[in-house]
């Protein structure tokens, strides 16, 4: 990109920045929770509609805008925004404080969508200087991992390129832009297991088949997958966090329910845990005369795994933006899942990372899914240009 080009941008997102800042805190004062996302894709369409830009209906809660390149036909790329917020309370005491009792922006998707919106006014004012296509992705429910299977299914991810998108994050300093090669986030599989045992009294336990001993020694024996079955090197959790059982203190229980998740960085380990889980568990409930009648796998997002390729050109464009010193190419890996990785698996591209940690505000410093998570806004319009520059990058138009 000319340095002539770069400043004519930056000029541009330096005047738009107080728009995109009041679209983030009007989003902020009005969250919604995964998949009920009607007034914020309301808003979102208003203001596409305001830019010209068409759109088409993803879901009921999503959107997809196109802005195609007036230099003609060439490459096609996506960048996306996850848009919901979750069931929290805001305890952030800031005039934009969320008006929705116990829904709160506590992840950052307010600045996400917010950001987009800013980048989609600049590159459609420079519709005329590429060729290609934009499409801007506006993506309900990440939090439940529901919402870019809708991208994917609908068709809406064939015949692209290129995708793209960023995260805001607490633990990264304001200035800093992160682009990480290979797996950056898990898989999150969540899966329930249903343990059928036969009723007794506690008096006659041998009457009875114990769901709850059953469940209990299923729990134990799961947690010698990650600790015997998976290289050290190679980080997987399987995690229980509900274990429900029994009616009464005197009744050897008939049914007992287990939900947890599983979690790895490569499609291979991925499978063979939940091969594993699957299997340890009707062989644990065999032995304890009990039986698995029913075992059900939720696929809520795949190992998220940057693009080689794509992830050099973001440090690139990154190193454009902040300067070489302040972009991040080693960013830690998070056993958080993120369903960006849907669109990675159709197309190759990059999720980089905005800091907006102030080192000299802590009110920026709570990690994300705190009721007290806010950012330093100043992040906005470095994520904006991010989308931007690196679209235009990729296809060509920003010479």
């Not at 009616?247 to 049914?255: E, G, P």
């Not at 009707?282 to 009648?293: G, W, Y």
Request: proline share 3%.
């Amino acid at each position: 990109m000319t340095v002539t080009t770069k400043q004519t941008i930056q000029e541009e997102i330096k005047q738009n920045a107080e728009e995109v800042i009041a679209l983030r805190r009007h989003f902020h004062q009005y969250p919604e929770a995964s998949l009920k996302e009607y007034e914020t894709i309301k808003r979102i369409k208003e203001e596409l509609t305001k830019l010209g830009i068409p759109f088409e209906a993803v879901g009921e809660t999503g959107a997809l805008g196109t802005i195609e390149g007036k230099k003609g036909q060439g490459k096609t790329i996506i960048l996306r925004a996850d848009i919901d917020a979750l069931e929290l309370e805001d305890a952030t005491e800031k005039p934009y404080q969320s008006k929705n009792p116990g829904l709160n922006h506590a992840c950052g998707h307010d600045g996400h969508a917010a950001a987009l919106l800013g980048a989609a006014k600049i590159l459609k004012n420079r519709e005329e200087d590429f060729a290609g296509t934009i499409k801007l992705a506006f993506q309900p429910a990440e939090e439940i991992g529901a919402g870019a299977c809708q991208f994917v299914e609908g068709g809406f991810v064939e015949n692209v390129d290129q995708v793209f998108g960023i995260h805001l994050d607490s633990s990264v300093p304001v200035g800093k832009l992160v682009a990480t090669k290979g797996a950056t986030n898990a898989s999150c599989d969540i899966f329930k297991i249903e343990v059928e045992g036969l009723s007794s009294h506690v008096a006659q336990p041998n009457v009875g088949r114990d769901a709850v001993l059953s469940a209990a020694s299923i729990v134990v024996e799961l947690q010698k997958i990650a600790a015997r079955e998976v290289s050290p090197l190679d980080p997987v959790v399987v995690g229980i966090g509900v274990l429900d059982a029994g009616t009464r203190y005197n009744i050897v229980a008939n049914h007992a329910t287990i939900e947890g998740t599983v979690r790895a960085f490569s499609h291979e380990t991925r499978a063979f845990v939940l091969k594993r889980v699957e299997e340890i568990a009707n062989q644990i409930a065999e032995a304890h005369r009990t039986k698995i009648s029913s075992f059900q796998i939720h696929d809520a997002a795949g190992p998220l795994i940057n693009d080689d390729t794509a992830t050099e050109l973001a440090q690139k464009v990154a190193a454009e933006i902040v300067g070489i010193e302040n972009v991040v190419t080693d960013h830690t890996k998070s056993l958080g899942a993120d369903d960006f990785a849907d669109f990675l698996l159709k197309a190759p591209g990059v999720y980089g990372r905005v800091g907006t940690r102030n080192l000299d505000n802590p009110e920026t410093q709570y990690g994300h899914h705190h009721e007290k998570f806010d950012i330093d806004e100043a992040g906005l319009a470095l994520a904006t240009e991010f989308h931007v520059s690196y679209a235009l990058s990729y296809l060509g138009g920003a010479e």
